[in-house]
């Protein structure tokens, strides 16, 4: 609805000041009074400089609370100092207050017999033990000579124990003793061929001649009887020296070997086989008047 006065084309204007309701186009920047007071603008941080001008300003002044450094501190990185208090005991005892015995009322221990809180006197009483009993008692080292050999064991009946190893007398030292080992004598460098070396008796032992399973250890040369016969051995080749004593005893004898001419096709593939010539086959004189007909037997 338009108002009266109004021109009816600004109905839809919009001001290009303020907050603008369409999204394309940008709200300027506003400016506006402060509601803030002076003070808490003077604590606005601006840059380092300007910051140690006022220096203590925005402290809190005489308002923080101080923690006393006597008793239980409240920052753990601090220790907390031994603390005294006054005690809630009494004073004096009140021995008036029917605690303590008047006199008359407690009694007496006798000083005879046995004592609870004194030493008690030695008394004598009738003895139990018997005649042989009261001989073993010891008396003085001159009186104990007389029964040398009376108290003691028979010979072969106690046990003497002997100097060397343990002693089971408190009163004597051990001497130290040596033992055979029961660890592994491979246990540090070795430990791990210790564990697959097998015990003593349980493997069986190689002999260095002959093959050697192992192919660490080289086989070496061993010598044997030959099964071959004299005739075969000769034939064995040593060095030409030695083969010179040997030219013409394995070579065949005469009539035994089949030669082969050098003339001719050869039968060995080594050899060159060398040309050959044969007498002809064809007839000298060709036969003529054979072919050519006599007189009379043509047409002329």
């Known amino acids: 609805m338009v108002q ?10 919009r001001s290009s000041f303020g907050s603008q309701v369409k999204s394309i186009n940008a709200s300027l920047p506003a400016f506006g009074f402060g509601s803030s007071h002076r003070d808490a603008s003077m604590k606005m941080y601006l840059s380092a400089e300007q910051t140690k001008t006022v220096p203590g300003n925005n402290s809190q002044g005489p308002v923080y609370k101080l923690y006393s450094s006597v008793g239980r501190q409240q920052e753990s990185v601090k220790v907390n100092p031994g603390t005294m208090s006054f005690g809630t005991s009494a004073r004096l005892p009140k021995y008036g207050n029917n605690k303590a015995p008047g006199p008359g009322a407690y009694t007496m221990k006798s000083t005879l017999g046995e004592q609870t809180v004194r030493p008690t006197s030695p008394k004598p009483v009738f003895g139990t033990s018997t005649r042989d009993q ?10 104990m000579k007389s029964y ?3 108290e003691s064991p028979a010979p072969n009946t106690y046990n003497v124990q002997g100097a060397i190893g343990r002693q089971f007398l408190s009163g004597k030292e051990s001497l130290p003793m040596w033992g055979q080992g029961t660890s592994g004598r491979f246990q540090y460098d070795f430990i791990r061929r210790a564990r697959e070396i097998p015990a003593v008796g349980t493997y069986g032992v190689i002999g260095s001649v002959g093959k050697q399973p192992l192919s660490v250890k080289r086989t070496a040369l061993s010598a044997k009887f030959g099964t071959g016969t004299r005739d075969a051995i000769k034939k064995t080749f040593i060095s030409k020296e030695h083969e010179k004593v040997s030219y013409g005893l394995n070579s065949p004898g005469p009539i035994t070997a089949n030669a082969r001419s050098s003339m001719g096709n050869q039968t060995q593939s080594v050899k060159l086989s060398a040309p050959g010539w044969g007498f002809g086959t064809e007839q000298r004189i060709k036969a003529y008047g054979n072919a050519v007909p006599g007189p009379g037997t043509y047409y002329a």
Not at 8 to 13: A, D, I, N, R, Y
């Open 4 to 13: 009266k006065g109004q021109d009816p084309s600004t109905k839809m204007l």
């Open 134 to 143: 009261q001989d073993k008692v010891y008396l003085t080292h001159e009186a």
């Open 148 to 150: 040398y050999g009376k």
